[in-house]
């Protein structure tokens, strides 16, 4: 286990796949990883079901069951690591995004809007910063932009022009 607070080491789905058994099973659930052989026979649900939902991206098999705060805060004891996100097959990730569009059409969210702030109100972690990167389609016209953002890519692009301008530019571009 690795120790709360602490960001474990990044997991791929291949390696998490090679831990399918009762002596020694992980879960995938909403980015991290646990090693949850010790739980196995403890879970309220039984051991199968966690079984079953080894070896994949386990994260809907754990929502659709309802799971309680007290079941949800158990998690961190099993805590070993951060999923690659990256491993999921290109087919998962799609099939993943065109439902969240459906659920968000429904619901009547909006989706088309600069959610910079929802995403850094959230903490998100150094890793979770760096995938972006991996879903990457271009850039935002800055009229679309929230205000903080075109701050942001403002402050960033007098960095970059400083930055051709000598040392002072190569400073300003390590602080930014
Ligand atoms: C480490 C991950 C998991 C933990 C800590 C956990 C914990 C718990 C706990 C404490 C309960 C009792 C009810 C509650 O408090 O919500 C429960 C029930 C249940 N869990 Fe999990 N669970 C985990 C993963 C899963 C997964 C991946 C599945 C897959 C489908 C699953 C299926 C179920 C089912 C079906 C029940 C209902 C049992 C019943 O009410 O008869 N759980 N779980």
Do not use: C, N
Not at 8 to 13: F, P, S, Y
Not at 27 to 43: A, P, S
Not at 91 to 120: C, H, I, L
Not at 155 to 166: C, D, H, I, P
């Amino acid at each position: 286990m690795v120790a709360e607070g602490t960001e474990g080491r990044v997991i791929t789905l291949e390696e998490a796949s090679k831990h399918t058994t009762e002596k020694d099973a992980w879960l995938v659930i909403h980015g991290k990883v646990y090693d949850v052989t010790k739980f196995l026979e403890e879970h309220p649900g039984g051991d199968e079901v966690l079984l079953t939902s080894t070896a994949k991206d386990a994260s809907e098999d754990f929502e659709d069951v309802g799971h309680s705060d007290s079941a949800r805060d158990m998690l961190k004891s099993y805590y070993i690591g951060e999923f690659d996100m990256s491993s999921l097959p290109a087919k998962v990730v799609a099939a993943r995004a065109a439902a969240a569009t459906r659920a968000a059409a429904k619901s009547g969210e909006e989706t088309t809007q600069d959610a910079s702030q929802d995403f850094d109100d959230v903490g998100h972690s150094k890793s979770a910063i760096k995938m972006l990167e991996q879903y990457y389609v271009g850039d935002l016209h800055p009229d679309d932009l929230s205000e903080k953002a075109r701050a942001k890519l403002e402050r960033k692009e007098s960095a970059e022009k400083a930055a051709g301008e000598g040392l002072f530019g190569r400073i300003t571009k390590m602080f930014w």
